[in-house]
């Protein structure tokens, strides 16, 4: 029988695996519901109430993940930034040479919209829960677990994740963004920076710079 430390390292390492399963399963069960449900009452729910759960299982880590610093805050906006300036260069020309980017870029607009005001006042909680989720407590059992695949392992499941929702709308954004924030997170070793990366991101991208206008 394994007892000691070692012992209780390992039954909850195993804990956290199994949390990190039930969560997988959680969000593909929100993204199911989304097809009737909405997108922010089936995503933007699940991510809340799984952040939540990681939250009180993981409290004695969620404050060291998340922990300010004027360098992480810097780290986060300049990635943020390096991001934007990446998709605002790129966008014209991928949706000159293949104009299904548009159709999908109005899409997660639509998604997007679907929220009203409240989906708005909304976003940075659920941003905060989605990065507790993923980059927080999936990315580190997999890394532990496959070592340094694990960030873009994470990203992978990330993305299939919402596939229930709307076919390969939604992966289709969430891989590239999951490998960049993972790869983030990976980086500068917490998960303050990747937050605030995706905030950035985020609040350019769908409120204040968007790249299509959303079709009716």
Known sequence: MTSGPRGGEAAAARRREALAGLCVAGWLLG?????????WPGI???????GCVVAAACR?????????????LLLGVAAGALQLGVVYALFPALATAAPGVRHLAAGVYRLFASGGLLGVIALPLVLVAEELVWRGLVQGVLTR?????????TA???AAAH?????????ALALPCGLYWGLLRRLAGGLFPPLVCHLVFDTAV??????VRAAP
């Open 44 to 50: 933007g729910g699940a991510a809340v109430v799984l």
């Open 163 to 171: 596939a229930p929702a709307a076919g390969l709308l939604l992966p």
């Open 60 to 72: 004695s880590e969620v404050a060291g993940w998340l922990r300010p610093t004027l360098r992480g």
């Open 145 to 153: 677990r496959i070592r340094e695949p694990g960030w873009a392992a």
């Open 31 to 39: 993204a199911l519901a989304a097809r009737w449900v909405g997108t």
């Open 206 to 211: 769908l409120l204040l710079f968007p790249l």
């Open 156 to 158: 992978v499941v990330y």
